[in-house]
């Protein structure tokens, strides 16, 4: 059993950053690839990133590409998103995610959710 708890988010003006982080509880942190989801308003949740048990690899939804980097510290049990260059349309709630393979994109095949974090960006 996983739990995850984003904090970071908040109101952004347009071209700022945030820092979100996911705090997980549980002994198979170190053995879960993380993701990162987002859902704004009437849509469905979608990919932002997603990085590799040891935190050597990374992929990225090509809207956030450029803009946005994931890493994580397995000693702390945490799994950060740098957020930079931040447009309105980036305002959604974000969800950390526990996933058994890197590979895994999709909402459906992710193990574990944290509750979410709202990130609000201002034009």
């Known amino acids: 059993q996983v739990q995850l708890v984003e904090s970071g988010g908040g109101l952004v003006q347009a071209g700022g950053s945030l820092r979100l982080s996911c705090v997980a509880s549980?002994?198979?942190?170190?053995?879960?690839?993380m993701d990162w989801f987002r859902q704004a308003p009437g849509k469905e949740r979608e990919f932002v990133a997603a990085i590799t048990r040891s935190g050597r690899s990374a992929n990225y939804a090509d809207s956030v590409k450029g803009r946005f980097t994931v890493s994580r510290d397995n000693a702390k049990n945490t799994v950060y998103l740098q957020m930079n260059s931040l447009k309105p349309e980036d305002t959604a709630v974000y969800y950390c995610?526990?996933?058994?393979?890197?590979?895994?994109?999709?909402?459906?095949?992710?193990?574990?959710w944290g509750t979410g974090t709202l990130v609000t960006v201002s034009s």
């Open positions: 549980g002994r198979t942190f170190g053995n879960s690839a």
């Open positions: 995610a526990a996933a058994s393979l890197f590979e895994f994109t999709e909402a459906n095949q992710m193990d574990y």
